[in-house]
């Protein structure tokens, strides 16, 4: 499902306009984004958890040429499914 399919399901199920529809979803994405962005974890009871998490720096190798190459460490961001989402995927 792409972004305009969420806004048309969501739409139909709500009567919202999808302009509306539309605004609130990138309004929700957006807000979830600055809060992990700035630190913190988001939390939606029943459907999981958005955080950010460290991917320490390594070596890797050039598939290329074979040559060693050192990875920088960065942050990642990790998405936790909640246990209710979990249970009705795997029903």
């Known amino acids: 499902m792409n972004k305009q399919e969420l806004v048309d399901a969501v739409s139909a199920q709500t009567g919202a306009s999808k302009a509306l529809t539309s605004e ?26 958005f955080s950010t998490g460290a ?7 050039n598939p ?3 040559e060693s190459i050192e990875i920088a460490a960065a942050k990642t961001v ?5 246990k209710s989402f979990k249970d009705s995927v795997n029903k």
């Open 24 to 49: 609130v979803i990138d309004q929700v994405f957006g807000t979830i984004s600055k809060a992990v962005v700035s630190g913190d974890t988001v939390q939606l009871i029943g459907f999981g958890s």
């Open 64 to 66: 290329k040429t074979g």
């Open 55 to 61: 991917r320490a720096a390594r070596t890797g190798r």
């Open 78 to 82: 990790k998405f936790t499914a909640g």
